[in-house]
Every structure is written in structure tokens, then in C-alpha cells.
């Protein structure tokens, strides 16, 4: 596990939405981005290999545990972008 990277990620204090920190999560560009494998990955956020390789493949959705657990060990700080209602008529 590349330490340095994950100091780094998390000293960013990045800000995103969950369906951005999904994407990163589905594509495996997170992982990659902080040089783990699929295994250190799954140790990292507290979760088994198979599910990480499950929604890598497409075979599985992110669940909203692991979505919050990423976000939590890694410092990420989670938007929740505001709409707007239109009064009704």
C-alpha cells in the first residue's frame, strides 16, 4: 500500500457528490489513483476482495456504506447540491 498517496488524497480535503465518488469507485480510477491493488483497496475501505472486483466488473452497485466508508477513510467530504423547488401554480 503506497502510504504517501493516501496521505496525499486525504490531506487534499477533496469535495465531491456521492455520484462522482461512485464513478470513481465503478471505474477503479481511485483505486488506481492511489497505486493499490484490489485487495489493499478492499482492506483500506473495510470491505471483501470479491466486492470490489463485483462492481469493477459492473456485476455489482456500490452500495451507500461503502460509498460513506470511502469517503470517511479517505477525508472526502460528500455534497449534496441543492435544488431549487418552483413554486406551484
Known amino acids: 500500500m503506497s502510504n504517501e498517496t493516501v496521505k496525499k488524497v486525504m490531506a487534499e480535503k477533496r469535495r465531491m457528490t456521492i455520484g462522482q ?3 470513481l ?3 477503479g480510477a481511485l483505486r488506481r489513483e492511489l497505486g493499490m491493488d ?10 471483501m476482495r470479491s466486492t470490489i472486483r463485483r462492481i ?6 456500490p452500495r451507500m456504506g ?16 441543492i435544488t431549487e423547488e418552483r413554486a406551484k401554480k
Do not use: H
Open 21 to 23: 465518488l461512485t464513478d
Open 25 to 27: 469507485l465503478v471505474s
Open 38 to 47: 484490489k485487495t489493499e483497496f478492499a482492506t483500506l475501505v473495510s470491505v
Open 56 to 61: 469493477e466488473g459492473l456485476e455489482a452497485t
Open 66 to 81: 461503502l460509498i460513506f466508508n470511502t469517503a470517511a477513510v479517505l477525508r472526502i467530504g460528500i455534497d449534496f447540491p
